[in-house]
């Protein structure tokens, strides 16, 4: 090894040392919470209607206020992290989530849960593109794909807890019991954050951050590292100057963060459709209300496998390739749900459904977090989280006025396989605009930007 490198070569020569996989741990439960919230508001929806004199086909806005809060505080945070760090705004934002999350308990109108719903997921929007941006920061350029995607298993995980404690903590203490669950947790996830969360020290560097605290971080990376001279970083990776926003459309990444942008929202629009309306649908399909429960879990538990291979399956087979055709096969199997008939196969459907689309979505944030630089990473994937977030919002809502107008399951099913198709449209033109390039495509280094 030479006498003196920059942070970024040592990070990316080096294998993973014990503070880095921590650190990604520590990033992970963070999207454990996420999944877990938007799950549980699933399988509380009736009761809480209920509770409120409302009927549950009134509960769009509040399956969307969250995720209109998680819009609006991903765009914001980004660029505030990109500027001032990553640790920080990511704990701020996750007592923010822990608050709201307990004050929804209290909520006596519909008008107070839409509120306090919309301020949970603004609390928590905010922490998600910088724990993408931290792992991927601690992350070696060989092992970043891995290391995100598998982050991403944390939703579908928090998901899956979400309806094993609803449906143990609903009939015995009631829905405000699962949201005081919800709001312990990341209290007691936002502390361990404090004390055990480092900054990104990619960040820290081209930040100018007092040298004797980058040389902290990187003896806790190896003791070996603490009195190694450090290289400065070449001037092209130095912090970008104006507002981050800008320099996402800068330097001949303009069409490709607009062809990143439309599987964000396509594909998110998929997923809080399937996990707020699936299991109503089953019911008005005349299955049991178990029907819907065992769906959404199977949906979830083939998305934790699905992110954990993402990353391996997009280093052996092709990003695109295999982001492309986990939309078609998603295309596929969502209109087969229109005419599936028995319990055995929409379960079936919904496992493989599960793998493909909770995959794809680990896939595209390790993607998005490849293809901008150390300097407007956060920005990059907080604005990609954030348009996707949209069709967070439009999902959710567009089961409930089908539903409302008095649309079939079948017809709401086969609506819900085009956003998959044009998913996987935008990655295919995606892919030939990287192959066209002449130059290396720069979410195969992330610390260049193209």
């Given amino acids: 090894m030479n006498s003196a490198l920059t942070v970024n070569e040592i990070i990316d020569q080096r294998p993973l040392s014990r503070f880095q996989i921590s650190t990604m741990i520590l990033c992970g439960l963070v999207l454990v919470l996420d999944g877990f919230d938007a799950q549980s508001i699933g399988f509380l929806a009736s009761s809480m209607a209920n509770a409120l004199g ?13 995720l209109f ?41 519909f008008e107070q849960l839409v509120i306090f719903r919309l301020l949970t997921g603004f609390g928590l929007g905010g922490a998600m593109p910088n724990i993408v941006a931290l792992t991927s920061e601690y992350a070696p350029k060989r092992l970043m794909s891995i290391s995100v995607s598998m982050l991403f298993c944390g939703m579908p995980l928090g998901a899956l807890l979400g309806g094993m404690v609803s449906s143990v903590m609903l009939p015995r203490w009631g829905w405000q019991s699962v949201f005081y669950v919800g709001g312990i947790v990341p209290f007691v996830v936002a502390l361990t954050l404090i004390w055990a969360l480092p900054e990104s020290v990619r960040f820290l560097t081209i930040s100018g951050a007092d040298p004797q605290r980058i040389r902290g971080i990187m003896a806790r990376i190896s003791p070996d590292l603490a009195q190694m001279p450090l290289s400065p970083l070449s001037t092209n990776l130095e912090k970008c100057n104006g507002i981050p926003v800008r320099h996402l459309f800068t330097e ?3 069409l490709g963060t607009l062809l990143l942008w439309v599987p964000y929202f396509m594909n998110l629009l998929i997923i809080y459709f399937i996990v707020s309306w699936l299991p109503a649908l089953l019911q008005q399909s005349n299955m049991p209300v178990s029907a819907g429960i065992m769906a959404i879990s199977l949906f979830s538990l083939a998305g934790i496998v699905g992110s954990l291979v993402q ?7 092709g990003r695109y390739l295999v982001l492309g055709s986990e939309f078609g096969f998603s295309t596929l ?6 005419f599936a008939a028995s319990l055995p196969l ?11 689309v909770e995959g794809a979505q680990a896939g595209l944030n ?16 907080g604005w990609a989280l954030g348009i996707g977030r949209i069709g967070s919002i439009v999902g959710p809502l567009i089961g409930g006025m089908m539903l409302s107008m008095g649309e079939r399951p079948r017809q709401i099913f086969l609506a819900g396989a085009i956003p998959a198709l044009c998913a996987g449209l935008a990655i295919a033109l995606n892919g030939r605009l990287v192959s066209n390039s002449p130059t290396t495509p720069p979410e195969f280094n992330p610390d260049v930007a193209s």
Avoid: E
């Fill in 54 to 66: 409302r009927s549950v086909k009134t509960f769009g806005p509040v399956f969307s206020a969250a």
């Fill in 366 to 381: 390790a993607v998005v977090a490849g293809f901008y630089p150390t300097s407007i990473r956060s920005t990059g994937v």
């Fill in 346 to 356: 929409i379960m079936a459907v919904a496992f493989i459904l599960g793998f493909a």
């Fill in 69 to 109: 809060g998680l819009m609006v505080s991903a765009i914001i945070a980004g660029p505030i992290a990109d500027r001032w760090g990553r640790k920080w705004p990511t704990i701020i934002c996750t007592l923010t989530f822990a608050t709201f999350s307990f004050l929804t308990t209290r909520a006596a109108s």
């Fill in 311 to 317: 990353g391996c399956l997009m280093n052996h087979y």
């Fill in 252 to 254: 001949g990444r303009a």
């Fill in 333 to 338: 199997l969502i209109g087969s749900l229109a």
